[in-house]
């Protein structure tokens, strides 16, 4: 593993780069997400890369790779596994299902009944599966990351707010610019075959023991009183905010420390200030907030309010 946590972020962002072009913020975000041991909803029109790019970040860190297509007859035995009778042994086995990986693409996640998706949410929370009573540990690495298609809604079953908030973050990726999609258009005349990520030269950097090290030490960056203190004022006055009707839970004030603390520790530093709060404030709140019909009538947004509340709220010295 690379010692410097700016090199490696440079080195990560690369190999991401190699595949994924025009999309830094999201490169960053799924790999922070990751080693933060947090899940990612991941938003975007088809065709964007992102099953691409949550390929790569498995390839990179050397992690097991598992995708599910959600459907509406998808059941909660088809994520998590079950139990089968063995003729020649007599006795029951249980089956894993495609949970048991390092990462996991839940792809159109709102496509799937609510029983499904309460079921994968509980392991995402517990890291463990219960069948027959009996529990199966998932892997320590275990990260979601769930997409959802913004344009179709007809037939899907958007997650209530109590799910969304097991979200660590919510990554939103749009259509490249002119000159990021002619370099996409230029990789595959090159002979890039998705299917194939040695086509394009992408190599491991990290194992899966380093991702949990990594981890180790940003959890061990400090945060001081006010900078805890700036936290708080942000997540608070999402429910104080005039455009408002949900504001954000203490779980987002959690997920904000921890991913300050990671931008400290990519800057070179162990301890964490205000500007690390705002580097990643809005994919941590744009999901947790519930505006009032008025204001979207009026055609607000959750990250209009994100980055009022951002401009407004006293920073700390």
Same mark, same amino acid.
């Given at each position: 593993?690379?010692?410097? @946590?700016?090199?490696l972020?440079?080195t990560?962002?690369?190999e ?6 025009g999309q830094r913020?999201?490169?960053?975000g799924?790999f922070?997400?990751?080693v933060?041991?947090?899940h990612a909803?991941?938003?975007g029109p ?7 790019l949550?390929?790569? $970040?498995?390839?990179?860190t ?7 297509? *959600? %459907?509406p007859?998808l059941?909660?035995?088809?994520v998590i596994? %079950? ?6 042994t007599g006795? *029951? ?5 495609p949970?048991?990986?390092?990462l996991?693409?839940a792809?159109?996640i ?10 994968l ?6 890291r463990h ?10 892997s ?5 990351f ?5 344009i179709e809604y ?5 997650? @209530?707010?109590?799910q969304?908030?097991r979200?660590?973050?919510k990554?939103?990726v749009?259509?490249p610019?002119h000159e ?20 394009a030269g992408?190599e ?9 090290? *990594?981890?180790k030490r940003?959890?061990a =960056?400090r945060?001081?009183e006010?900078?805890?203190?700036y936290?708080t004022?942000?997540?608070q ?9 949900v504001g954000a ?5 959690? *997920? ?6 990671a931008?400290a520790?990519l ?13 990643h404030a809005l994919?941590?709140l744009?999901?947790?907030?519930i $505006?009032?019909p008025?204001?979207e009538?009026e055609?607000h ?9 951002? =401009?407004?709220?006293?920073? @700390?010295?």
């Amino acid at each position: 593993m690379i010692e410097d @946590p700016g090199k490696l972020m440079e080195t990560v962002t690369a190999e991401l780069g190699k595949v994924v072009k025009g999309q830094r913020e999201a490169v960053e975000g799924v790999f922070l997400t990751m080693v933060l041991g947090g899940h990612a909803l991941i938003e975007g029109p088809p065709g964007t890369a992102k099953t691409l790019l949550v390929r790569t $970040l498995a390839r990179i860190t050397t992690s097991r790779f598992r995708r599910i297509q *959600f %459907t509406p007859d998808l059941m909660p035995s088809d994520v998590i596994g %079950t139990n089968v009778y063995d003729q020649r042994t007599g006795d *029951f086995r249980f089956r894993e299902g495609p949970i048991f990986t390092d990462l996991l693409l839940a792809d159109e996640i709102n496509r799937a009944p609510s029983k499904t998706q309460a079921a994968l949410l509980e392991c995402m929370e517990e890291r463990h599966a219960t069948v027959d009573g009996e529990r199966h540990p998932i892997s320590s690495v275990f990260t979601v990351f769930a997409t959802q298609n913004p344009i179709e809604y007809e037939g899907t079953y958007p997650l @209530p707010e109590a799910q969304l908030d097991r979200f660590m973050t919510k990554i939103v990726v749009g259509f490249p610019d002119h000159e990021r999609e002619m370099e996409i258009v230029s990789l595959h005349d090159a002979g890039f075959d998705p299917a194939d990520l040695d086509t394009a030269g992408v190599e491991a950097i990290m194992g899966v023991e380093d991702v949990i090290a *990594f981890g180790k030490r940003i959890r061990a =960056a400090r945060a001081d009183e006010k900078v805890r203190a700036y936290i708080t004022d942000v997540v608070q006055a999402t429910r104080r905010h005039g455009q408002v009707a949900v504001g954000a839970s203490p779980r987002a004030a959690i *997920f904000m420390l921890r991913m300050a603390k990671a931008i400290a520790i990519l800057e070179g530093r162990d301890f964490a200030v205000p500007d690390d709060v705002k580097r990643h404030a809005l994919p941590i709140l744009r999901h947790r907030i519930i $505006l009032k019909p008025e204001a979207e009538i009026e055609g607000h947004t959750t990250d209009d309010v994100v980055a009022d509340i951002l =401009a407004s709220t006293r920073v @700390p010295m």
